[in-house]
């Protein structure tokens, strides 16, 4: 999975997917955005995954 940093996580996480989101516009335009000036996040689909993981290991974390 290429996370917008080179791909180095694909051995952990497995192969990628292509999906469908729909999000508000303003909502994208905010990401595209930060993507723009972050350059950790390379791409849209890179920040959705990393906030995602993020999310995912926070709420481990509090059960």
Not at 30 to 44: E, L, M, N, W
């Amino acid at each position: 999975m290429d996370l917008g940093c080179g791909g180095y996580l694909t051995p952990y996480l497995g192969k990628s997917h292509k999906i469908n989101v729909t999000l508000p516009d303003l909502l994208l335009k905010q990401i595209d955005d930060f993507v723009a000036s972050h350059p950790g996040d390379k791409t849209r689909s890179g920040f959705l995954a990393r906030v995602a993981m993020a999310e995912l290991t926070r709420a481990r974390k509090s059960t």
